[in-house]
């Protein structure tokens, strides 16, 4: 079945600079790959999703490329501001389910 | 739309003990799945479905048992609850396999 790895599992940028989160799933056959956020006591939500059939989407601040040869795909946020501090989680759909990686907290610092 | 609701909010329970965790959705989703929130193990799959009389196991199904008699409901039943299903339960519903999955606000479960 489908495996996501993600890394950090904790990321500090200033505000301002950029962050980027990375994942590798183990399915060559996944096609689908969102993120989700998740602030403190509440439920994840979509920020941005990309099919294998693209290798980059931008969204705002938002960017998302996907590398499906090395089975790579990375978040990047940039010009960070305080309320993007959260957790993040990639995933992938492998069938018909989808499945999270461990999730990456990002500390915004004044 | 009140979208993906579940309940209850909080639940006490004693080892041992059994019940029923309650999600519902009222977009006509054909898919819908049951994660679980752990501290640094991230979201994992219990059970999902891909429509109503269709069920299927997921990454951690064991001690958890899941219907699907209609279209919005998913309930996911504990046989006999253990101090390792202490957790936040999350429903999720979704209109195919490659579209948006929206969230429940989630169900805090403690056994003791």
């Known amino acids: 079945g489908e495996n996501v790895e993600q890394h950090p599992s904790t990321l500090s940028v200033q505000e301002g600079d950029s962050a980027v989160i990375k994942c590798t799933y183990s399915d060559s056959a996944s096609n689908y790959f969102p993120w989700y956020k998740q602030e403190l006591g509440k439920r994840p939500q979509l920020i941005i999703d990309?099919?294998?059939?693209?290798g980059e989407k931008k969204d705002q601040r938002i960017a998302v490329t996907l590398n499906k040869t090395a089975k790579h795909f990375s978040l990047h946020i940039t010009e960070t501001q305080p309320e993007d501090s959260a957790v993040y989680f990639c995933a992938a759909r492998g069938g018909d389910k989808i499945i999270f990686g461990k999730g990456t907290r990002l500390h915004i610092l004044p | 739309n009140a979208g993906v609701t579940q309940t209850p909010k909080f639940q006490v329970l004693k080892t041992g003990q059994s019940m029923t965790l309650q999600c519902a959705q009222d977009?006509?989703?054909?898919?819908m799945s049951w994660y679980r929130q752990d501290p640094g193990m991230g979201l994992r799959l219990i059970h999902y479905s891909v429509g109503a009389g269709i069920t299927d196991q997921g990454e951690v199904p064991n001690g958890y048992n899941v219907s699907r008699s209609t279209t919005e409901d998913f309930p996911l039943r504990l046989l006999s609850a253990a101090p390792s299903q202490t957790s936040v339960y999350f429903c999720a519903s979704k209109n195919g396999p490659q579209e948006t999955q929206y969230f429940g606000p989630g169900t805090r479960l403690l056994v003791l």
């Open positions: 977009m006509n989703h054909e898919y």
């Open positions: 990309i099919r294998s059939n693209v």
